[in-house]
């Protein structure tokens, strides 16, 4: 008896026509016929204008094995196709929980081309929605596809499995005059289910184990044979065998959801931040839960849908979000935020440890047509803590709206949102540390301009450095920023002393240059050692510094003595490599303290954000001030002469109430000062002078005590526990 073959794909058929008892016909046909019928098919191709969009399976319950099964089908078929942009176009797009455009019917114009874009798809996962999928084509139409005088053919790979409605999508393609073919895939051989389940299973179509769609919240089901099933949870829905919650709310907290619905943020953005809120509320109220919530939407007012804490339950709180409607209109973020910070928490009188936590979770995807920096000042003044959740485009936004990029949530999409409600979880029920951020600092920025980093990567060096300054407080007093780049040649974008509020920052700093060429990270440190670290160009005597060196690594072998220099004269520098860099030049810039952070790509920068801001921190621990009232000056010292000499009596009482005295002349070396001074206690001292401004300035300084003013002074004591004077308290540091 000849062998026969089995094929594997048993039917192709109008997804509009399929019914539930329609037979299934068994193709038989010996190894002779198909390479007859394979013979010819090689021989034959479909010349005719037509477009032809793949549309296939990427779920969980195709699986991986069948979803390249689909791909080899896809690519057999191009084989019988004449592909040119004149005659067959051939688009892809696959679908689980949402399609995905694999790429247009106009993308390629060879056959090569198709079927190597075809191997190339990558398995997606996700649930089965055929429904969703046919509905995007009834939206988009076909991407990059001709006017209907060209025929189209939707070709649909699939197990046939969908958790969505699909015969009404299907019925409306029909009649745009779309032919729709379906192809089975992952059913076992008819004749192992007709041998296993000769009454059940054969010539129809049996119930599976996820037609009663199981899984809630969004989970995906996964059949395991005819009864059983396992359900794949979106991250907050994991505590039962069915997604069901997990997460709690177990701080005490008052949240009050504010949506933006306006014309920018579009009625699909507005659409899924209400599904996001529906699903983190699910996820995270009991009825033991001490949080209570709130929900608001604006356009150009703001409109509480829902005051905080006043509906019966939980699902009275979510009908109420069904009912919100799409407001359009401006987006005027500011405005509703200084409408919440008034109007969103109700009258309560409860002040202090008796008040929960009080928190705004704004969600917008458009920027803002007003001012949003003084309103988020306004709301964070009376205790509220803002988060934001946006996509990529409003990010900047959204940091300056907080504070902080640490309380920003950014998606990439709808599932990418849903995968956000652990961590929204942990930001709103965890208190932030206390930082260093409102401490005094001078903080340089160098960055690499140069034509080895690009313009695109440049840009990702600024945002990156705008995120860094969300965290200070930014004004003459406390933190003081600047900017140099350098590539063909170094400039000065903003000097320390140019800008006096960080919104003035940030907006500097995305109008810093792209120069290109040739870059060298030894001139441009040069020149913060000439032109930019100087009390003349708005350095502060006594105030910590310190220098971020951003560089792709070109550039940086002649940084080395410069980098000393600087760290010789009192400021610190941290060098941040990134990419395929030159990591011995790097490590020999490093410094003692190993001042070196090495990132792998661009992209990558924002994930050292935490470890650039601890380094931060650190340098300004070396600069803590002490005083004691033991010690006092015993007399003013003579005034110092108008000259290039230095000569001035420093006197200091020990701790036996001895004195010392130490007098000397110096042309701006530290090589007297740098000398120890026994005292009778036994306490050894050395001052170290490091000068700031050329000693022509020095006649302006007037008598020692001014001169302390305009010098960057180091005490290095070599008994920790030594008090200093409060008299030098503005002027002195101790270092380790």
Same mark, same amino acid.
């Given at each position: ?5 089995? *094929?594997?794909? @048993?039917?192709?058929?109008? /997804?509009? +026509?399929? %019914?539930?008892?329609?037979?299934? !016909?068994?193709?038989? #046909? $010996? ?102 999928? *046919?509905?995007? @084509?009834?939206?988009?139409? /076909?991407? +990059?596809? %001709?006017?209907?005088?060209?025929? !189209?053919?939707?070709? #649909? $790979? ?125 996820? $995270? ?452």
């Amino acid at each position: 008896m000849p062998s026969f073959l089995l *094929l594997e794909v @048993l039917f192709i058929f109008l /997804f509009s +026509g399929v %019914r539930q008892s329609h037979p299934l !016909q068994e193709v038989h #046909v $010996s190894r002779e016929t198909i390479g007859k019928i394979s013979a010819a098919n090689k021989m034959m191709q479909c010349s005719a204008a037509v477009d032809v969009l793949f549309l296939i399976d990427g779920s969980h319950s195709v699986g991986k094995r069948s979803f390249e099964r689909s791909k080899h089908f896809a690519i057999m078929v191009c084989d019988a196709l004449d592909i040119n942009p004149e005659r067959v176009r051939v688009g892809a797009l696959q679908f689980s929980s949402a399609p995905r455009l694999e790429f247009r019917l106009d993308s390629f114009s060879s056959q090569q081309e198709v079927k190597a874009k075809i191997k190339r798809m990558v398995f997606k996962g996700g649930r089965t929605d055929t429904g969703l999928a *046919l509905k995007y @084509l009834l939206r988009k139409g /076909f991407p +990059g596809g %001709r006017n209907a005088s060209v025929p !189209q053919i939707l070709v #649909v $790979s699939t197990d046939g499995r969908s958790q969505g409605q699909v015969a009404t999508p299907a019925e409306q393609l029909k009649e745009r005059g779309i032919t729709i073919f379906a192809v089975g895939v992952q059913f076992p051989s008819w004749k192992r289910v007709f041998l296993t389940h000769p009454a059940t299973c054969y010539r129809t179509t049996c119930p599976g184990a996820c037609d009663s769609q199981p899984c809630q919240n969004g989970g995906t089901c996964v059949p395991e044979g005819r009864d059983r099933y396992h359900c794949l949870c979106p991250p907050a829905f994991g505590g039962e065998a069915n997604c069901a919650p997990k997460l709690s709310l177990e701080c005490r907290i008052d949240v009050l959801f504010l949506l933006a619905s306006s014309a920018g943020t579009t009625p699909e953005g507005f659409l899924r931040a209400k599904a996001f809120v529906k699903r983190f509320l699910q996820a $995270s109220l009991s009825e033991d839960s001490r949080a209570r919530v709130g929900v608001a939407w604006y356009s150009g007012e703001l409109a509480l849908a829902v005051p905080v804490g006043e509906y019966r339950d939980v699902p009275a709180l979510l009908r109420s979000l069904d009912g919100l409607p799409f407001g359009g209109g401006a987006t005027l973020t500011g405005h509703a935020l200084r409408q919440a910070a008034d109007h969103g928490f109700g009258s309560t009188t409860r002040t202090g440890q008796d008040r929960p936590r009080r928190v705004v979770v704004l969600f917008t995807e458009s920027p803002s047509q007003d001012e949003v920096a003084g309103p988020a000042r306004y709301a964070r003044a009376r205790e509220l803590l803002l988060l934001g959740v946006g996509t990529d485009a409003v990010r900047a936004e959204l940091e300056e709206i907080t504070g902080s990029p640490k309380r920003v949530l950014v998606h990439a999409g709808p599932q990418d949102l849903f995968h956000r409600i652990p961590e929204l979880r942990r930001k709103l029920c965890s208190r932030p540390r206390p930082g260093c951020q409102a401490q005094s600092l001078d903080l340089l920025f160098v960055l690499d301009a140069s034509a080895s980093v690009g313009p695109e990567n440049f840009a990702q060096m600024q945002s990156f450095v705008r995120s860094l300054m969300l965290p200070f407080d930014v004004n003459p007093d406390v933190t003081q920023v600047g900017l140099v780049v350098y590539g063909s040649r170094v400039q000065t974008a903003f000097g320390l002393d140019t800008h006096l509020t960080r919104a003035a920052v940030l907006r500097a700093t995305s109008q810093a240059p792209y120069l290109g060429g040739m870059g060298s990270a030894g001139t441009a440190l040069l020149h913060v050692y000439d032109k930019v670290m100087t009390v003349q160009r708005g350095a502060r005597p006594g105030v910590p510094k310190a220098v971020v060196l951003l560089t792709g690594g070109m550039g940086v072998e002649d940084a080395a003595v410069p980098i000393q220099k600087l760290r010789n004269n009192g400021v610190s520098a941290l060098v941040v490599g990134v990419g395929p860099v030159l990591r011995e030049a790097l490590r020999r810039l490093a410094g003692p303290r190993d001042s070196l952070i090495h990132v792998a790509s661009y992209a990558d920068l924002r994930y050292h954000q935490d470890a650039l801001l601890e380094w931060v921190c650190a340098v300004r621990k070396h600069w803590e001030f002490y005083e004691d009232s033991r010690f006092t000056f015993t007399r003013r010292a003579a005034r110092c002469p108008d000259t290039t000499q230095l000569s001035c009596l420093i006197t200091l009482w020990s701790l036996s109430e001895r004195h010392l005295t130490k007098s000397c002349e110096r042309s701006w070396t530290p090589s007297c000062f740098s000398s120890p001074v026994p005292s009778p206690a036994g306490v050894s001292i050395s001052f170290t002078w490091a000068p700031l401004a050329p000693a022509t300035t020095l006649s302006a300084l007037g008598n020692c005590d001014r001169l302390l003013t305009g010098l960057s002074v180091a005490l290095l004591v070599a008994l920790p526990s030594l008090p200093l004077p409060s008299s030098w308290r503005k002027h002195l540091a101790i270092t380790s």
